[in-house]
């Protein structure tokens, strides 16, 4: 038995959320839709807003504010297993241990994942921009040319200009590392 717990609270602090595929596959970006999905899936079965978000190829970071935060695992759960179940028979791992086959595991996402639970407005915003930063960390995409996150509707509401990410900005967000 693992020591491993969370510790959520019934707060309305959003929750910082990373999760990885599978050996980090690069299997995401060519599954959007499906990804997309999974996420409506899980909004229509719990109470959940996402404040932001950047899909990349292996792994994605959102900031998620649960009307109950104790659903937050149940959500992530929810959004994983329903990818697993309709994602292309292709991308399932053929060679898994005993133990994953036991589980019922496909080969698509890591077992756990990463949280943090927002505790201020500073730090909302500090991870707001490492969500938006990503693109630029792992592809050298500018966050206005990375169209698998939130950031457009960041721009919309006039949290960032559409440039927004220059060499200053890096530097800055570069000390971030929340993977």
Not at 7 to 18: E, G
Not at 25 to 36: C, D, K
Not at 128 to 153: C, R
Request: proline fraction near 2%; charged fraction near 30%.
């Amino acid at each position: 038995m693992s020591n491993y717990k969370r510790y959520f609270k019934v707060l309305s602090n959003p929750v910082f959320i990373t999760f990885v595929t599978y050996k980090r596959r690069e299997i995401l970006i060519q599954n959007i839709e499906v990804f997309r999905n999974s996420f409506r899936y899980a909004k229509n079965k719990y109470d959940f807003e996402m404040i932001a978000i950047s899909v990349l190829k292996d792994h994605c970071h959102a900031i998620i504010s649960a009307a109950n935060t104790n659903d937050i695992p149940r959500i992530i759960r929810t959004i994983k297993f329903n990818f697993s179940i309709n994602i292309p028979e292709k991308f399932i791992c053929k060679n898994l241990s005993n133990s994953a086959i036991k589980r019922g595991e496909k080969g698509i996402w890591q077992r756990r994942y990463y949280d943090h639970i927002i505790r201020n407005e500073e730090d909302l915003y500090r991870h707001i921009d490492y969500i938006h930063y990503n693109s630029m960390k792992h592809y050298k995409i500018a966050p206005k040319d990375w169209e698998f996150s939130s950031f457009k509707k960041f721009v919309n509401n006039n949290f960032y200009e559409n440039n927004w990410c220059n060499i200053e900005d890096k530097y800055k967000i570069n000390n971030l590392d929340y993977e």
